[in-house]
């Protein structure tokens, strides 16, 4: 039985792909789907009208499957196109870039995966790490030689897999998701928190070729205790818990009482 089915949202030349799946198959059997290009900002899209092809290939040593699909799909394809059975974990990363609060957490790629895992009813966990605006623009994060960027949370995110990946929960945990600081040292605390809520702003500005993404900045003033910006601001690693039931208790009847009323 497979250990796990590794994936990401970067694509498998990305600097954050490689050192992870050197330290888990360090001590895991592992399966990696990858996207064969950067997918990110996609969140848990689902490929729907262009074939998919699964093709095999060498990542410095290691025997990978890619596809021409999201991360999603490469979750999908894995569980049930090329594993015979489910694996114990998905892991997901490392992204490039962090992946917290309520907003950015819907629109992940990285994260997105491990929500395809979870729909599925396997454990998974998704793992990012910040790389400030300014290092972003002078670094080629596709670039081998960079591949030291990532090193210390791929430890990390091997070391929380290592505590999660025989462990039982409850079923108001879906998935977990890592964030981590860059120059994250290996010795650095840990805090278990919840994302923070925000709006975006404005995301699409005017260019000659038309509206274009710009990925907002994170506010790091007046942060919300308890919360994985917080964690992040303080040079820790945040761990979230999410839940995927998209329902609230007490809701119902809030509702009813309205609706009910006035039907």
């Not at 799946?21 to 990110?40: A, G, Q």
């Not at 991360?71 to 489910?86: E, H, K, T």
């Not at 979870?118 to 081998?144: C, H, N, Y």
Request: charged residues 25%; negative net charge.
């Amino acid at each position: 039985m497979t250990d796990i089915l590794l994936t990401n949202d970067d694509g498998y030349k990305s600097a954050g792909f490689l050192p992870l799946l050197k330290e888990l198959s360090e001590d895991f059997s592992v399966v990696t789907v990858v996207p064969d290009r950067e997918k990110s900002w996609i969140g848990k899209a689902v490929t729907k009208k262009s074939p998919l092809k699964l093709k095999k290939t060498k990542l410095n040593g290691f025997d990978i499957f890619t596809i021409n699909g999201t991360p999603a799909d490469c979750v999908q394809i894995g569980l049930y196109n090329v594993l015979d059975s489910f694996p114990n974990m998905v892991v997901s990363g490392i992204n490039q870039g962090s992946n917290v609060g309520h907003a950015r957490i819907l629109s992940s790629g990285t994260v997105g995966a491990t929500m395809e895992a979870s729909i599925e009813g396997v454990k998974a966990l998704a793992s990012s790490q910040r790389i400030p605006r300014d290092i972003k623009k002078t670094l080629d994060l596709f670039d081998e030689k960079n591949y030291v960027v990532f090193e210390n949370a791929a430890k990390i995110t091997k070391k929380l897999t290592k505590i999660l990946i025989n462990k039982e929960f409850d079923d108001d945990i879906d998935l977990f998701s890592a964030n981590m600081p860059f120059n994250v040292s290996l010795d650095a605390d840990i805090e278990i928190t919840k994302p923070f809520k925000e709006p975006y702003g404005k995301l699409f500005y005017e260019t000659k070729e038309g509206l274009v993404l710009r990925t907002p900045h994170l506010d790091f003033e007046n942060l919300q205790d308890g919360t994985d910006l917080k964690a992040l601001s303080e040079g820790k690693v945040s761990l979230t818990p999410i839940n995927l039931s998209l329902f609230k208790e007490g809701s119902i009847e809030k509702v009813e009482k309205l609706i009910k009323n006035q039907w």
